[in-house]
């Protein structure tokens, strides 16, 4: 295996200065271009890369962006960490992604790892075991150390950064009114991510809309145990008296149609049913679920966005605002 080659070495064989070979590489207008051509061909010759930490201690920027995520399994982020990877490798940035797992010790970890390590920015989707336990004292070090932080669709106000949601609440109030419109009254609303603040906005939506309807009754299910979702759901579909559900996440969704399919409901007849994320389970469903879509890839390229225009300096005189991304309603064959 031919060795690395430096620097050094190249100004050596090619008896030039450092400099003369470091201002050829980056084509300056003032080496000749025959110089130029000589450095160049025998850079390519060895392979010749530049020494990154090198390069970032002098710049002082790693052209990195830390992602911290709570989970990848999930459709949505997954779509989401596509669109910010898209949109960071077009401004010519790399990306480190961690995934908590949710949990708050990881996220801790991990982002004093990626701090140390001296990333330029983070890109944030809180864990729920943060937002339970309301804890941010390490964003608040990143805070103190000026390094920029873009939080995205599960976020805090108690962090002064850059946000990037969507309209939770009201993609809600437009779920639960086309279930009522399409004549719906005793209405479900089942999560199994009831401790997040995506979830919470989404129950605040659902109930502006229900708290003022005399002709609807609303019901709710929180389940929060991963291996008893099925059989909860199963038991609460069996026991209510119910013509629809929105399931305010789609693992819920989904459940819900399974489970109402297996005690011999018809859907959408005897129930309708709606969920949040239009990721594969929606898709797949049997019949296909309808869904509130919020448009994952374009939220996490508008994160990436506002970051690499701080890190680049496009911002002028920068206060931090949250920007709101429009949900769709997409409608399919779980409902009338």
Same mark, same amino acid.
Not at 251 to 258: F, G, Q, S
């Given at each position: 295996?031919?060795?690395?080659?430096?620097?050094?070495? !190249?100004?050596?064989?090619?008896?030039?200065?450092?400099?003369?070979?470091?201002?050829? !590489?980056?084509? =300056?207008?003032?080496?000749?271009?025959?110089?130029?051509?000589?450095?160049?061909?025998? @850079?390519?010759?060895?392979?010749?890369?530049?020494? @990154?930490?090198?390069?970032?201690?002098?710049?002082?920027?790693?052209?990195?962006?830390?992602? +911290?995520?709570?989970?990848?399994?999930?459709?949505?982020? @997954?779509?989401?960490?596509?669109?910010?990877?898209?949109?960071?490798?077009?401004?010519?940035?790399?990306?480190?992604?961690? $995934?908590?797992?949710?949990?708050?010790?990881?996220?801790?970890?991990?982002?004093?790892?990626?701090?140390?390590?001296?990333?330029?920015?983070?890109?944030?989707a809180l864990s729920q075991e943060t937002q339970v336990l309301n804890k941010f004292d390490h964003?608040?070090?990143?805070?103190? =150390?000026?390094?920029?932080?873009?939080?995205?669709?599960?976020?805090?106000?108690?962090?002064?950064? =850059?946000?990037?949601?969507?309209?939770?609440?009201?993609?809600?109030?437009?779920?639960?009114?086309?279930?009522?419109?399409?004549?719906?009254?005793?209405?479900?609303? +089942?999560?199994?991510?009831?401790?997040?603040?995506?979830?919470?906005?989404? !129950?605040?939506?659902?109930?502006?809309?229900? =708290?003022?309807?005399?002709?609807?009754?609303? +019901?709710? !299910?929180?389940?929060?145990?991963?291996?008893?979702?099925?059989?909860?759901?199963?038991?609460?579909?069996?026991?209510?008296? *119910?013509?629809?559900?929105?399931?305010?996440?789609?693992?819920?969704?989904?459940?819900? $149609?399974?489970?109402?399919?297996?005690?011999?409901?018809? $859907?959408?007849s005897d129930i309708s049913v709606i969920g949040f994320t239009d990721g594969l389970l929606s898709?797949?469903?049997?019949?296909?679920?309808?869904?509130?879509?919020?448009? @994952?890839?374009?939220?996490?390229?508008?994160?990436?966005?506002?970051?690499?225009?701080?890190?680049?300096?496009?911002?002028?005189?920068?206060?931090?605002?949250?920007?709101? *991304?429009?949900?769709?309603? +997409?409608?399919?064959?779980?409902?009338?």
């Open positions: 295996m031919r060795k690395k080659v430096t620097l050094k070495q !190249l100004a050596k064989e090619l008896n030039l200065s450092i400099s003369t070979v470091s201002k050829s !590489l980056k084509n =300056d207008p003032e080496i000749s271009q025959k110089t130029i051509n000589r450095v160049h061909e025998l @850079a390519n010759f060895y392979n010749y890369k530049p020494n @990154a930490l090198a390069v970032s201690l002098k710049s002082n920027k790693t052209k990195t962006i830390g992602i +911290i995520l709570p989970e990848i399994l999930n459709h949505f982020f @997954a779509k989401a960490l596509f669109g910010i990877e898209q949109e960071a490798s077009k401004r010519g940035y790399k990306i480190v992604t961690c $995934i908590t797992n949710e949990s708050y010790k990881k996220e801790v970890e991990y982002v004093e790892m990626l701090n140390y390590s001296s990333v330029d920015g983070f890109i944030v964003y608040q070090v990143l805070n103190r =150390d000026n390094v920029p932080v873009v939080m995205f669709d599960r976020v805090s106000d108690e962090i002064d950064c =850059d946000k990037v949601v969507v309209d939770d609440k009201e993609a809600s109030k437009n779920a639960i009114q086309y279930l009522i419109d399409t004549g719906c009254t005793r209405i479900a609303m +089942i999560t199994t991510i009831g401790d997040l603040s995506v979830a919470k906005l989404r !129950l605040e939506g659902v109930k502006e809309v229900t =708290d003022n309807n005399e002709k609807v009754s609303l +019901i709710e !299910l929180s389940v929060k145990d991963a291996d008893t979702f099925e059989n909860k759901i199963e038991n609460f579909l069996k026991n209510n008296d *119910i013509d629809a559900v929105l399931g305010l996440d789609e693992t819920a969704a989904a459940v819900t $149609i399974n489970m109402s399919l297996k005690l011999g409901y018809k $859907i959408p898709k797949h469903s049997y019949p296909k679920l309808t869904t509130v879509s919020q448009h @994952a890839e374009d939220l996490g390229a508008r994160a990436a966005q506002i970051l690499v225009n701080q890190l680049d300096d496009l911002t002028e005189n920068h206060k931090t605002k949250t920007e709101v *991304i429009k949900t769709s309603l +997409i409608v399919r064959d779980s409902t009338n």
